[in-house]
C-alpha cells in the first residue's frame, strides 16, 4: 500500500514540471539550462544502473528527479519568451558539476559516490539561485516545492518498511 505514496510523488513531480514549463510557454519562467541539464543527468544514470540491476518500479522517484527536469531543460528550446542568457558563470558551475559527476561515475566507494552526486547537484543549483536572487520573476516556485515531497514520500516508506522488517 506504501509504494502508492512514491507514485503520488512521482505524478505531482509530473505535475510540478508541466506548470513549469506552462510559466515558460506563457513567458513568466526563464529556466537556467545548464542547472535543468545537470539535474538530469545524475538521476538518470542511477535509473540505468538500478534496472540493470533489476530494480523495478521501485526506481520511479529516481527517474522521475531526472525526467522532469530533462523535459524543462528540452522545452526550453521550444520557447523564445523561456531565454535566459547564460554568462560564463553559469558555464563555470556546470562545469564543476560535471566533473562531480565524473568522480561519482568512477569511484567503487558508494558514501563517496553518493556525497559527489549531491555535491553535483549543488554546483549546478548556484547558477539558478544567483538567478533567482537577482531576478526573482523568472522563476516559478513549485517544482521546487514538489520537490521536496517526491523524496520525503520515499524517505516516509523506506523508513516504515525498514522498522517493519
Given at each position: 500500500?506504501?509504494?502508492?505514496?512514491?507514485?503520488?510523488?512521482a505524478f505531482a513531480s509530473l505535475i510540478a514540471a508541466i506548470v513549469y514549463i506552462r510559466s515558460m510557454f506563457k513567458g513568466n519562467t526563464k529556466p537556467n539550462k545548464?542547472?535543468?541539464?545537470?539535474?538530469?543527468?545524475?538521476?538518470?544514470?542511477?535509473?540505468?544502473?538500478?534496472?540493470?540491476?533489476?530494480?523495478?518500479?521501485?526506481?520511479?522517484?529516481?527517474?522521475?528527479?531526472?525526467?522532469?527536469?530533462?523535459?524543462?531543460?528540452?522545452?526550453?528550446?521550444?520557447?523564445?519568451?523561456?531565454?535566459?542568457?547564460?554568462?560564463?558563470?553559469?558555464?563555470?558551475?556546470?562545469?564543476?558539476?560535471?566533473?562531480?559527476?565524473?568522480?561519482?561515475?568512477?569511484?567503487?566507494?558508494?558514501?563517496?559516490?553518493?556525497?559527489?552526486?549531491?555535491?553535483?547537484?549543488?554546483?549546478?543549483?548556484?547558477?539558478?539561485?544567483?538567478?533567482?536572487?537577482?531576478?526573482?520573476?523568472?522563476?516559478?516556485?513549485?517544482?521546487?516545492?514538489?520537490?521536496?515531497?517526491?523524496?520525503?514520500?520515499?524517505?516516509?516508506?523506506?523508513?516504515?518498511?525498514?522498522?517493519?522488517?
Open positions: 500500500m506504501l509504494e502508492y505514496l512514491v507514485v503520488v510523488a545548464v542547472t535543468w541539464f545537470m539535474w538530469s543527468i545524475a538521476p538518470l544514470i542511477a535509473t540505468a544502473a538500478a534496472l540493470s540491476k533489476g530494480v523495478s518500479w521501485a526506481v520511479l522517484p529516481v527517474f522521475m528527479s531526472g525526467f522532469c527536469p530533462l523535459l524543462i531543460f528540452v522545452s526550453s528550446f521550444f520557447t523564445k519568451k523561456a531565454y535566459w542568457k547564460l554568462s560564463a558563470f553559469d558555464y563555470f558551475y556546470g562545469a564543476l558539476s560535471a566533473m562531480a559527476l565524473v568522480l561519482w561515475f568512477v569511484t567503487n566507494d558508494p558514501n563517496l559516490a553518493i556525497a559527489l552526486a549531491i555535491v553535483s547537484d549543488a554546483f549546478a543549483a548556484i547558477p539558478t539561485f544567483k538567478k533567482s536572487w537577482s531576478n526573482p520573476e523568472t522563476e516559478s516556485a513549485w517544482p521546487f516545492i514538489v520537490g521536496f515531497f517526491g523524496p520525503m514520500t520515499s524517505f516516509a516508506v523506506a523508513t516504515i518498511c525498514l522498522s517493519a522488517s
